[in-house]
């Protein structure tokens, strides 16, 4: 393999200056606005949890499936995985965006204003719901976010100069317990920062809801990521058609898999119709909320669904890009849904959404591009990486 095929040389100092300029840009400028609203930052800390919550949920889709791969011995993948184990990586930076959301968190959060912490419906919940043990539970998580991937992004860079065939054993002795740990982890995560946001209102099934949306968004942005450096002559002739093909097919995959679980969710509460569980679904069903919900039903499942479908569509980078754009704005939708109606009982969207989406993702992404400079994009030595040359879909 050449190694202006599979390295950043000549790109990546460039597209760390741009995307960073745009992060550090859009979050001034976030700021900004949220500091001339007048109401405290408050605004500021909903569309900035959004965005933070989209990314991370990006990061925590990659972090999933590398032990994933392993466990099942996989070798399709081979070829994409270190853009999958960079992602992952980039989860200490994702430690310190958190920083906002700890700050704001009485802006946020119900249940760190005394006046609502001091009710009765609360207070057999206050020993989990209070400041001290959430930023305690959020420190928990990032150890354990970024112990993980940094073990599987530096032990496969290590395999990368070693050529030691033994550490693909070590990784995939270490996936099994890797996979629960981070499932649980993602999962206890998605509750304390976004299902916390209604402290009375619970669901058994939020984490996997969370993590459905990152895994089906972290298909679509490493789909992305790929015909990107494609388009600069990188990974040309080693990611091939084939191993596309089987990114749109988890992106159909999980685009049902989430619909899947999003009614489910609903349906649950729906059919049980108890008021303080019901009353999180009549929030964003009323004062144009409603229309945002309606939204997210149709993009994010039944058009995604229809349009990837068809093998046709999986083998033509035209429109895997174009469907992989439409998951990502999608996804953030849906989040936006889940989020911003704890801020505003009517429907409200501006350019501090927007801004903070760019700010964060700017940042997201120069942190990704970073990593991934000074090192190969292709784990050059791992064992099954002919198989995955010669990978064909049946």
């Known amino acids: 393999m050449e190694d202006t095929k599979i390295t950043l040389d000549g790109l990546g100092p460039k597209l760390f200056a741009i995307s960073g300029a745009i992060g550090l840009l859009g979050l001034i400028a976030t700021v900004a606005l949220g500091m001339a609203e007048g109401d405290g930052m408050r605004h500021f800390g909903f569309a900035y949890l959004t965005n933070f919550a989209f990314f991370l ?17 996989a070798s399709w993948h081979i070829v994409m995985r270190r853009l999958v184990e960079v992602t992952a990586a980039v989860l200490p930076l994702m430690a310190l ?43 928990i998580y990032f150890v354990i976010w970024t112990g993980y991937s940094w073990f599987y ?30 499932a649980l982890s993602i999962a206890g ?7 916390s946001l209604d402290p009375i209102w619970f669901s058994t099934m939020f984490g996997v809801y969370y993590w459905a949306g990152g895994f089906v968004s972290f298909f679509a942005v490493m789909t992305l990521f790929t015909l990107g450096l494609q388009r600069t002559g990188r990974l040309t002739g080693i990611i091939s ?5 089987d990114y749109g097919k988890a992106m159909f995959a999980f685009t ?24 999180w679904f009549l929030v964003r069903s009323e004062n144009g909320w409603g229309w ?4 997210t039903l149709f993009c994010t499942f039944m058009l995604p669904f229809a349009g990837l479908v ?18 990502i704005v999608a996804q953030w939708i849906n989040l936006y849904w889940v989020v911003m109606p704890e801020f505003s009982e009517s429907f409200v969207i501006g350019p501090m959404e927007i801004l903070g989406f760019f700010g964060v993702g700017g940042i997201w992404l120069a942190g990704i591009v970073r990593l991934a400079m000074g090192h190969k994009l292709v784990p050059v030595k791992d064992p099954r990486l002919p198989a995955s040359l010669r990978f064909e879909n049946p």
Not at 310 to 327: D, E, G, N
């Open 57 to 73: 949920a990006i990061s925590l889709g990659a972090l999933i499936f590398i032990p994933i791969m392993y466990v099942t011995k």
């Open 97 to 139: 965006l958190a920083i906002p959301v700890i700050v704001f968190a009485g802006k946020i959060y119900g249940w760190a204003d005394p006046e609502v912490a001091a009710s009765h419906a609360l207070a057999h919940k206050l020993g989990y719901l209070n400041t001290n043990a959430f930023v305690i539970r959020l420190v």
């Open 153 to 182: 992004w530096k032990t496969s860079a290590k395999q990368d100069e070693t050529g030691d065939l033994s550490l693909t054993g070590r990784l995939e002795n270490f996936s099994g317990f890797g996979i629960m740990i981070c």
């Open 189 to 195: 995560a998605s509750m304390d920062l976004l299902m």
């Open 241 to 245: 058609a084939e191993h596309l093909h």
């Open 256 to 279: 049902f898999f989430w619909g899947y679980i999003a009614f489910s969710q609903y349906m649950l509460y729906w059919y049980g119709n108890i008021p303080e569980e019901t009353v």
């Open 292 to 295: 945002v919900g309606l939204v």
């Open 310 to 327: 068809s093998r046709f569509t999986k083998r033509q980078r035209p429109l895997l890009a174009f469907w992989a754009v439409w998951i």
